[in-house]
């Protein structure tokens, strides 16, 4: 048989075994919530890298209408001042207020 200050001692151990291995779990469940909230922001990170190169490519895209717009319009104007039979003027015409109208149209959708 055992005496009573083994068995303290043995139950004590016991209990400090008990406490560490809580001590552990508690610590690995920390870890793993951690582990997955950094999932999540870099999650997040790429979804943002992935917008702001969308809305770039977006924005070069307009940048590029918005040029071909300008430079129509300038041969347009070309053609204005060196044509000279009324139809030609009327149609040029035409075609730059319709790239007016699809411009305020475009404005208006934002």
Do not use: P, W
């Not at 924005?59 to 129509?72: A, T």
Request: with cysteine.
């Amino acid at each position: 048989m055992i005496s009573q200050t083994e068995a303290v001692c043995m139950v004590m151990s016991m209990i400090i075994l008990i406490l560490a291995d809580i001590l552990v779990l508690f610590v690995n469940i920390k870890v793993n919530e951690r582990n997955a909230e950094n999932a999540m922001i870099k999650i997040q990170l790429e979804k943002e890298r992935a917008d702001a190169r969308y809305y770039k490519l977006e924005y070069e895209k307009n940048e590029s209408l918005e040029i071909l717009r300008h430079d129509m319009n300038n041969h347009l104007n070309t053609m204005l001042d060196i044509g000279s039979d009324n139809e030609l003027k009327k149609y040029i015409i035409d075609i730059m207020n319709q790239y007016k109208n699809a411009k305020a149209d475009k404005l208006l959708q934002q």
